[in-house]
């Protein structure tokens, strides 16, 4: 079982950036793949980065070169941060993990087991 929890959520203008960040609860942290999503209001939740134990990354094509994921096995965190926010992605930005830490390429929600409450990240124009 992990247990996830999101905080860096905020106001931020166009155009800034903002980091947002993921504590994970667990002694196998390692071993999982940790994703970030987003849920903007009305819309679906759509996959945005994630990033598996070797540090391998993958992005959604809409953040590619604008965002960067990455995590720390010693501290059980993995980190979003975000440049050149756009306004149309006002969203809840949510942590997820699973296991087979090992492989890469997991994009869709129900590839993952656990998820967090969410953070609320507001770009203003």
């Known amino acids: 079982q992990v247990q996830l929890v999101e905080s860096g959520g905020g106001l931020v203008q166009a155009g800034g950036s903002l980091r947002v960040s993921c504590a994970a609860s667990?002694?196998?942290?390692?071993?999982?793949?940790m994703g970030w999503f987003r849920q903007a209001p009305g819309k679906e939740r759509e996959f945005v980065a994630a990033?598996?134990?070797?540090?391998?990354?993958w992005y959604a094509d809409s953040v590619k070169g604008r965002f960067t994921i990455s995590r720390n096995n010693a501290k059980n965190t993995v980190n979003l941060k975000m440049n050149i926010l756009k306004p149309e992605k006002t969203a809840v930005y949510y942590c997820?993990?699973?296991?087979?830490?090992?492989?890469?390429?997991?994009?869709?929600?129900?590839?993952?087991?656990?998820w967090g409450q969410g953070t609320q990240v507001t770009v203003s124009q």
């Open positions: 667990g002694r196998t942290f390692s071993s999982y793949v």
């Open positions: 990033i598996n134990w070797s540090e391998s990354t």
């Open positions: 997820e993990a699973r296991g087979g830490g090992y492989y890469s390429g997991f994009t869709l929600g129900r590839d993952y087991d656990y």
